[in-house]
């Protein structure tokens, strides 16, 4: 849900950065849960093609920024990989909160989560900016 939020988010505001997807505990190739992808479908995005793939050194290596949703990913991320422009959504939103998982919720809490990263990456915009004149 981040990195298709992330990517309409960059498009609207004429951000030109690259957005990818993977999880800490995801399993490769997985498609997206039902209520991630009804949630999605609220914000008029498309889930049904996604497929989770896992966080891999080469992944890290070539990324410029790492976005975690919890504290917890962050230091599986780092253990990792070389991530050093390495943040959870919520510090580099300059909000401390962690975005909990929605995993086995109901559809509301799919969308509250929605809400939460999509509250947090629009906060980011100008820093996104910033990145992408480096």
Do not use: W
């Not at 995005?45 to 992944?59: D, Q, W, Y």
């Not at 962690?98 to 086995?104: I, R």
């Amino acid at each position: 849900m981040a990195a298709a939020l992330a990517a309409a988010i960059f498009e609207r505001e004429g951000i030109e950065i690259a957005v990818s997807s993977a999880g800490v505990f995801a399993s490769s190739g997985a498609g997206a849960s039902k209520n991630a992808v009804l949630a999605m479908e609220h914000e008029n995005l498309n889930l049904r093609e996604h497929k989770s793939r896992v966080t891999a050194t080469e992944i890290l290596e070539n990324a410029v920024l790492v976005l975690t949703m919890t504290r917890s990913h962050l230091s599986h991320v780092k253990a990792a990989g070389p991530a050093a422009n390495a943040f959870t959504l919520g510090e580099y939103a300059g909000d401390c909160a962690d975005v909990a998982d929605p995993f086995g919720g109901d559809l509301e809490e799919y969308k509250a989560c929605a809400a939460q990263i999509k509250k947090l990456l629009e906060a980011c915009v100008e820093k996104f900016r910033a990145e992408q004149h480096r």
